[in-house]
C-alpha cells in the first residue's frame, strides 16, 4: 500500500492522464464526440496555445477537440485529475467503502465538491446492459433486505420492516452479485426481477419467504432453507448445499459499510451505493481481482456516464 501511495499518477497531473488515457484508450485514441478512432484522422494537439492532453479530430463533419475526460464523469471538473485518481483508487480499495468527511480530509477537498467527485465515481460503477446470470448448473441465491427508513419518519410503525426501503439481490454462487432498491418487495416484483436476470436453466435457493414462491416456474429448481426452524444449511444427496450463506455474507458487507462508514444515507441515492458494493464484490480478490485491477475496471466505466445533477431551469450543469 505505501508504494501505491507513491505512485506518480497521485502527484503529476501529466501521468495522471497518460494512466487514464492507457485505460479509457486502451485500443488507441478515440474522439468522443464522432467515435472516430483512425490515427491518421487525430491531431495531438502541443505548444503554448493549447493546454496538454487536447487532440483535434480531422473528421470532415466532426473537427472537434477533446481530452481524455470528455464524455466521462470527469468532464467539465476542475478538480486535479491526480485527486480524481486518489479518490478512485481508495474507493476500490476500501471493501466497506469510505466516507466523504474522510475522503475531503485525505484529499484536501472541500466536503461539497468530494461527496460530488464520489457519487459521480459510483455512477462510474454502474453496470450498464447485463446478460442473466447463471445457466445450466448454476445457482442463484435471492434474497431480501430492508435498509433505514423514508424521509421524515421517526417510529416503526404496523408490521416489521413496512416502511423500510426494500432491497433485492441476487448472487450467483462463486461470481457476481446483483442487486435492486424496489419500490415494494412482492412476489410480483421479485418475479419479473428473476425473469429478466437469471437464466431459466439456473437453480435457485432462497429462504422460506413467500416473495420467491411466484419465482418457480422461471427456473430449473427453486430450493428453500426453513430458518424459523434453524435451518441454515441442508445437504441433498451429491448435489450442492441448499443455503443463502453467501447472499446473507454479500448482505452483511453491504449494511456494516452503511451502518458504520456511510452512517446515513437518502433513498434518492440508494442505487448508487448498491452499485459501490456490487462493483467491488463483482471484482473482489476472490475471483483474481486485485486493488489495481480494481481501479483498471472502473477508469474504463467512466465513460459515457455523465452526471450532471442539474437543477430545473438552471443555466449550465453543475460542475
Known amino acids: 500500500?505505501?508504494?501505491?501511495?507513491?505512485?506518480?499518477?497521485?502527484?503529476?497531473?501529466?501521468?495522471?492522464?497518460?494512466?487514464?488515457?492507457?485505460?479509457?484508450?486502451?485500443?488507441?485514441?478515440?474522439?468522443?464526440?464522432?467515435?472516430n478512432a483512425d490515427k491518421k484522422k487525430i491531431t495531438q494537439l502541443e505548444g503554448?496555445?493549447?493546454?496538454?492532453?487536447?487532440?483535434?479530430?480531422?473528421?470532415?463533419?466532426?473537427?472537434?477537440?477533446?481530452?481524455?475526460?470528455?464524455?466521462?464523469?470527469?468532464?467539465?471538473?476542475?478538480?486535479?485529475?491526480?485527486?480524481?485518481?486518489?479518490?478512485?483508487?481508495?474507493?476500490?480499495a476500501s471493501k466497506k467503502g469510505v466516507s466523504a468527511h474522510q475522503m475531503h480530509r485525505m484529499l484536501g477537498v472541500s466536503y461539497k465538491s468530494t461527496w460530488f467527485m464520489m457519487h459521480r465515481l459510483r455512477e462510474?460503477?454502474?453496470?450498464?446492459?447485463?446478460?442473466?446470470?447463471?445457466?445450466?448448473?448454476?445457482?442463484?441465491?435471492?434474497?431480501?433486505?430492508?435498509?433505514?427508513?423514508?424521509?421524515?419518519?421517526?417510529?416503526?410503525?404496523?408490521?416489521?420492516?413496512?416502511?423500510?426501503?426494500?432491497?433485492?439481490?441476487?448472487?450467483?454462487?462463486?461470481?457476481?452479485?446483483?442487486?435492486?432498491?424496489?419500490?415494494?418487495?412482492?412476489?410480483?416484483?421479485?418475479?419479473?426481477?428473476?425473469?429478466?436476470?437469471i437464466r431459466s436453466e439456473s437453480r435457485l435457493m432462497t429462504d422460506e419467504s413467500r416473495l420467491y414462491d411466484g419465482s418457480l416456474m422461471h427456473v430449473a429448481r427453486h430450493d428453500k432453507v426453513k430458518h424459523s426452524a434453524d435451518e441454515y444449511v441442508r445437504y441433498d444427496g451429491q448435489n450442492p448445499p441448499i443455503h443463502t450463506n453467501t447472499i446473507e455474507s454479500y448482505f452483511s458487507i453491504f449494511k456494516r459499510g452503511m451502518r458504520g462508514v456511510y452512517q446515513h444515507c437518502s433513498e434518492k441515492h440508494l442505487h448508487r451505493y448498491l452499485a459501490e458494493f456490487d462493483f467491488r464484490y463483482n471484482n473482489r480478490i476472490g475471483l483474481g481481482v486485485?486493488?489495481?485491477?480494481?481501479?483498471?475496471?472502473?477508469?474504463?466505466?467512466?465513460?459515457?456516464?455523465?452526471?450532471?445533477?442539474?437543477?430545473?431551469?438552471?443555466?449550465?450543469?453543475?460542475?
Open 124 to 197: 462510474a460503477m454502474r453496470a450498464g446492459s447485463l446478460e442473466p446470470m447463471g445457466g445450466h448448473g448454476a445457482i442463484i441465491e435471492a434474497d431480501e433486505t430492508y435498509y433505514g427508513k423514508p424521509e421524515g419518519e421517526t417510529k416503526r410503525k404496523g408490521p416489521r420492516h413496512r416502511n423500510n426501503r426494500p432491497i433485492v439481490s441476487l448472487v450467483e454462487r462463486g461470481g457476481s452479485v446483483r442487486s435492486f432498491h424496489v419500490a415494494v418487495a412482492n412476489q410480483v416484483t421479485v418475479a419479473q426481477i428473476v425473469r429478466e436476470n
Open 48 to 92: 503554448k496555445a493549447h493546454r496538454p492532453g487536447v487532440y483535434q479530430c480531422n473528421e470532415v463533419e466532426c473537427r472537434q477537440q477533446f481530452t481524455v475526460t470528455v464524455g466521462t464523469v470527469f468532464e467539465r471538473s476542475k478538480i486535479p485529475l491526480t485527486k480524481w485518481l486518489a479518490a478512485l483508487f481508495l474507493m476500490t
Open 290 to 319: 486485485n486493488d489495481g485491477d480494481r481501479a483498471d475496471e472502473l477508469a474504463k466505466g467512466i465513460v459515457g456516464k455523465r452526471l450532471t445533477y442539474r437543477r430545473p431551469n438552471s443555466a449550465r450543469p453543475q460542475a
Open 1 to 35: 500500500m505505501t508504494n501505491l501511495l507513491q505512485n506518480p499518477i497521485f502527484q503529476d497531473e501529466a501521468k495522471a492522464r497518460e494512466w487514464l488515457e492507457a485505460r479509457v484508450w486502451e485500443n488507441g485514441v478515440a474522439c468522443p464526440h464522432c467515435g
